[in-house]
């Protein structure tokens, strides 16, 4: 089913990048340790940049991301899944049904990612090492999203 494998890879892909995101904190953290000159340093906390690519991922699957319209390969590609699983005036419901039903689960991916990217592969449940800022971080509100132009 074109719907299951396209929640896998999203997933997948979802995960890598909170790895990424996990490692390049953790790398950012260990160099600020070192040292104190950041006056002019532009921060963004953990947190807010899992949030940021969680909501990308929302407009990209909902199809209303600037930078993935249908005339991109990504952008095509998921016009394409939607419409095998749709009708053509459809499809716009559909993707934002399709995030709605599976944005629990992309933002699980990018948190386990992170923590992966953070701590390393071997881990346990615990999260007593990771920062504050992270344990505490909430699944976003499609409404915290400015870029996003339609279908919520």
């Not at 390393?120 to 400015?146: A, F, R």
Request: proline fraction near 3%; charged fraction near 35%.
């Amino acid at each position: 089913d074109n719907e299951i494998k396209l929640r896998n890879k999203i997933m997948k892909l979802a995960e890598i990048e909170g790895k990424h995101l996990g490692e390049y904190y953790k790398e950012k953290n260990e160099k600020e340790n070192q040292s104190s000159d950041d006056d002019y340093t532009y921060r963004v906390e953990p947190c807010s940049a899992i949030k940021y690519s969680f909501l990308d991922y929302g407009n990209i699957l909902k199809g209303n991301d600037n930078l993935e319209p249908d005339t991109t390969s990504t952008g095509s590609n998921l016009k394409k899944i939607f419409e095998n699983i749709s009708s053509s005036n459809e499809i716009g419901d559909r993707r934002k049904k399709f995030w709605d039903e599976n944005k629990s689960c992309i933002w699980r991916s990018l948190l386990c990612g992170y923590k992966k990217g953070y701590i390393g592969n071997n881990v346990d449940s615990s999260t007593k090492e990771l920062p504050d800022d992270i344990q505490t971080c909430i699944i976003p509100d499609d409404k915290d999203n400015t870029t996003s132009t339609t279908n919520g």
